[in-house]
């Protein structure tokens, strides 16, 4: 950040968000520059390998919101923010807040490496961990930190509660998770505390999880990140292994070859019940282009 300036790289839309919990939503994309991770498979690389450098533009809030308005002219009400990881971006509260008091709301892509106090003003967040096949290692601590903020209930609210006894209020995580630091030994129970009917928490962010997964190694992972957070919202997404491929028909033939086979192992998995499988309907759509 450049004093009130974010680093961005692209901004798009209107189009449908292709992948996870509000999957076919009309919005428009923001996507920053810069990510602390290095994903083998990264379809966006060029946020933070050096590629997309002179495509960097540093904006102030206004003048996101221009190009949001001449892109969108008044056809949308959602906006997604996604990169790299803007999770490394400290001041982007800021723009949220600009972008909701225009009456949209606002939708957030990150991988759940850090913590930014601003997520509790987000409508809809994605955390998706990475699995193997990425190079990647989570930190379960800092996730299940991420996963138990967003949980929470604000004090004053939970003043007004009256069923469980006082001090064990804010007290999402069993007893063991807080010494955590393998997967699968410990969980994150979602419990109905922290939780609205409608899956958003007192805050009125509605959290889910996503993992890609790509081999049997990966969709071990996704079976291990759906255990340790029982309770919010789980999806699958089949990993696209060829983000040069230029031939849309060959790539979504390799495409839909994945989805069937990672429907397939879904359901016959008795630990993963209550969730979802999506494909990245955009790359159905329109391939590997940037931009849409
Ligand atoms: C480019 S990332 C940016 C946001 C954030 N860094 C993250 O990874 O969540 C947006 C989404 O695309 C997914 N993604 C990236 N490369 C992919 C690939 N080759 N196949 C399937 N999904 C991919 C990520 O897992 C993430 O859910
Ligand atoms: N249409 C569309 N949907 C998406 N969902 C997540 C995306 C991303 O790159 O973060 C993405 C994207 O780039 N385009
Ligand atoms: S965390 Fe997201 S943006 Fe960063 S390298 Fe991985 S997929 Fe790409
Ligand atoms: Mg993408």
Redesign the pocket.
């Known amino acids: 950040m450049k004093g009130d300036r974010f680093p961005v790289l692209e901004i798009f839309g209107p189009t449908i968000q292709g992948?996870?919990m509000v999957i076919g939503r009309k919005t428009m994309f923001i996507?920053t520059a810069g990510?602390d991770?290095s994903?083998s498979?990264?379809?966006?690389a060029f946020?933070w390998d050096g590629s997309g450098k002179e495509d960097i533009r540093w904006m102030a809030p206004e003048k996101i919101l221009e190009e949001l308005d001449r892109l969108g002219a008044g056809t949308f009400d959602h906006v997604t923010l996604?990169?790299?990881?803007?999770?490394l971006l400290g001041g982007l509260g800021k723009l949220i807040d600009s972008l909701h008091a225009r009456g949209w709301s606002v939708a957030l892509?990150?991988?759940?490496s850090r913590w930014q106090d601003w997520f509790a003003a987000i409508d809809d967040l994605?955390?998706?961990?990475?699995p193997p096949s990425?190079g990647m290692e989570t930190d379960w601590r800092v996730l299940d930190a991420i996963v138990g903020k967003l949980r929470e209930v604000p004090l004053s609210e939970e003043r007004h509660r009256k069923d469980g006894p006082a001090g064990e209020e804010h007290s999402f995580r069993k007893p063991a998770a807080r010494q955590g630091g393998t997967a699968g030994e410990n969980t994150v129970a979602a419990g109905s505390r922290g939780r609205l009917p409608d899956g958003r928490n007192a805050r009125g962010t509605s959290v889910s999880l996503?993992?890609?997964v790509?081999d049997d190694a990966d969709l071990a992972y996704a079976r291990t990140v759906h255990l340790r957070y029982p309770g919010v919202p789980f999806f699958l997404?089949?990993?696209?292994?060829?983000?040069a491929e230029e031939d849309q028909g060959r790539l979504l033939h390799g495409l839909l070859g994945r989805y069937e086979w990672l429907v397939g192992c879904v359901m016959e998995d008795r630990s993963m019940r209550n969730v979802r499988v999506l494909p990245?309907l955009h790359?159905w759509l329109w391939g590997n282009r940037r931009g849409v």
């Open positions: 992948e996870g996507r990510c991770y994903c498979w990264c379809d966006s946020t996604s990169g790299g990881n803007p999770a892509e990150t991988q759940g994605t955390l998706s961990p990475k990425s996503k993992v890609v790509m997404q089949p990993g696209n292994p060829d983000v990245q790359t």
